[in-house]
């Protein structure tokens, strides 16, 4: 009995400090939710391609109802190009000074020794999601999944050549997409949504239109093709009506696309609790109205490098808020941790600055600053009234947001303190460029189960050649000779175990050849024996001719399992022996660990 007694109050004992451990587990978690973030992220489109800000040639009610229910910074500016504006937005730092010089071919990577908002948000116990374009990294550890994003879909590299149900990945393994992407895209943020909704987590929407090619659903482009533009370009160069068109329908689908988003935030009850944003990562991709400003995408000048940027959080910033103090995508890390009151724990200075008092209607006062645009050997300076220019002429903004008179001989102290901050901004930030750049393409990183090395990074040699000059969604193809091949200069991060499919065509008449992959003292090799001769993709589907590449559907041959040891050196794929005329054309390598 008295044994019995003792087993009783033990396990009463043991059932009591199991109840204590859960409660402290509990109480150890963060006990108010902290808002979710949805970043929407236009590729392409101009500060001038919304009704909201006065373009009558289109209908954008979705995204002009942010600026209408939240804030709007007048004055927001981001870089000329693509992977920069990517680049700042996610660290809050200028794209200099992280090794970003390039849209393609390795180029666009950002350091490994960056900071991202993913990470500091999930450090936080958010959720965090990318669906779409990423463009600053494709082979891990500089992949999305590496940089904070629990989720990835989409595709890692910069432009691509097909719109409508293309080939993408889904956390590093090849998938096919799933009808016109954008809104492929949105429905797999709506999913993810919904998932997390009782949870905090952090969306982030990298679309990829309007930027070309020029690719948008019949039900967009039916209601533009015809319509009869009021406003058009105020520069010289003859607009292209066509491009115009198909880009402002292009936007008109992302209208569409923010509307599902924020009808699932209202449906779910999530409007307090959920911080939108909305910006695009350059000027427009050709000339189009554009408010009257002067340049386009990959021009420092107030039109490559103004965008719109609305920010809703209802019931916390003002409706209808509207900031004239000049900010950029360098503030936007800073900003939402001020907003979500987080510590920004980075292992390098943040160039950005808190905005959130700003957007929070709090008496504050801005410092005065400069904001930097650089592309291309090209840089501008933008002070609260002034923009000096990469020839250092001089523009008064606040009345001349077009750029036509020079001012630089009424204030020389102000132009000549303008050249200097130019000068120093760019000895201080500019670092790793195309000359000095040593980092090889990663593989084998030992938290990743899959990597790609696509024909981007390749570099061809012999006969091949690049399907287009714009590396980024191309193919090698005229492989005509034992002696030709494509290389790679890789750095092996671990030791492993890995099956490799190479992705290629081949007609069936020339079936036959034996394609090898070496690396150091590590060889596969494989025959090519299923035929696959598919047709090009994507003319019938443009509204307007394209500058890149078209695309095909390419099938995976297994080439077998390769042992890689760590070290850096050439991954070499080359042909032991050719059958018929060519060997095929080839898109990529998929590597999948295997321990």
């Known amino acids: ?67 209408i229910n939240g804030a709007s910074f007048e004055n927001f500016y981001v870089q000329p190009v693509c992977s920069p504006t990517r680049a700042e937005l996610l660290t809050g730092r200028y794209f200099t000074r992280m090794g970003v010089y390039e849209t393609s071919s390795g180029g666009e990577r950002f350091n490994l020794n960056e900071t991202t908002i993913a990470e500091l948000l999930k ?54 997409g799933n009808g016109f992407l954008v809104d492929d895209l949105t429905d797999k943020g709506l999913d993810f949504i919904e998932k997390n909704a009782s949870e905090s987590f952090f969306l982030y929407l990298p679309y990829n239109t309007p930027h070309s090619p020029m690719q948008v659903p019949d ?52 409007e307090e609790d959920t911080i939108i944003i909305y910006l695009s990562d350059n000027g427009p991709n050709a000339y189009r109205w554009n408010g009257g400003m002067s340049g386009k995408k990959g021009n420092v000048s107030e039109g490559g490098v103004r965008t719109p940027f609305y920010m809703q959080w209802v019931n916390h910033i003002e409706k209808g808020l509207n900031l004239t103090e000049i900010a950029s995508s360098i503030d936007i890390l800073p900003t939402l941790c001020g907003l979500l009151s ?35 050997g090209k840089t501008s300076v933008r002070s609260q009234q002034f923009r000096l220019d990469e020839e250092n002429r001089l523009y008064d903004i606040s009345t001349d947001r077009g750029q036509k008179f020079d001012v630089s001989n009424k204030h020389p102290q102000i132009t000549d303190s303008l050249i200097t901050a130019k000068t120093n901004w760019k000895k201080e930030t500019i670092q790793i460029t195309k000359a000095n750049d040593e980092r090889a393409f990663t593989l084998g990183y030992s938290k990743a189960l899959y990597t790609q090395l696509p024909a981007r990074d390749g570099e061809a040699h012999g006969n091949i050649k690049r399907s287009n000059q714009w590396p980024n969604d191309s193919f090698f193809t005229n492989w005509k000779s034992v002696k030709d091949s494509i290389s790679w200069n890789v750095d092996v991060l671990e030791d492993g175990r890995f099956e490799v499919d190479l992705y290629y065509t081949c007609p069936e008449k020339d079936l036959g050849s034996i394609v090898e992959l070496s690396f150091n003292n590590s060889k596969i090799a494989k025959k090519i024996i299923v035929p696959h001769d598919p047709e090009l993709i994507g003319k019938n589907e443009d509204r307007v001719p394209r500058m890149e590449s078209y695309v095909k559907d390419f ?28 060997v095929g054309d080839f898109r990529l390598l998929q590597f999948k660990r295997l321990d």
């Open 1 to 67: 009995m008295k044994q019995f007694k003792i087993l009783s109050i033990l396990i009463f004992l043991s059932a009591l400090i199991s109840c204590v451990e859960k409660v402290k587990e509990k109480s150890s978690k963060p006990s108010i939710k902290k808002p979710n973030i949805i970043l929407i992220l236009a590729d392409d489109q101009g500060w001038g391609d919304l009704s909201s800000n006065g373009n009558t040639n289109l209908n954008t009610p979705n995204i002009d109802s942010l600026r």
């Open 342 to 376: 987080i510590p920004i724990k980075t292992e390098k200075p943040i160039d950005g600055i808190d905005l959130s008092a700003l957007l929070l209607g709090n008496a504050v006062t801005i410092k005065d600053r400069f904001i930097y645009n650089h592309w291309n």
């Open 123 to 176: 450090n936080v116990g958010y959720n965090t999601a990318a669906f779409g374009k990423w463009h600053n990294g494709m082979q891990p550890p500089y992949h999305p999944n590496s940089r904070g994003f629990d989720q990835f879909y989409g595709f890692a590299s910069g432009h691509w050549g097909n719109y409508f149900s293309p080939m993408l990945e889904n956390n590093g393994k090849l998938v096919k």
């Open 219 to 270: 039900k967009y482009w039916d209601r533009m093709k015809h319509k009869s533009l009021e406003l058009l370009s105020e520069t010289d160069v003859e607009e292209d009506l066509q491009f115009t068109k198909a880009a402002l329908a292009m936007v008109e689908n992302i209208d569409d696309n923010v509307g599902r988003v924020t009808d699932k935030i209202k449906q779910l009850g999530l």
């Open 555 to 582: 099938k995976p041959l297994n080439l077998g399992v390769i042992t890689l040891t760590k070290g850096s050196g050439i991954l070499t794929l080359k042909a032991l022996e050719l059958k018929g005329k060519q």
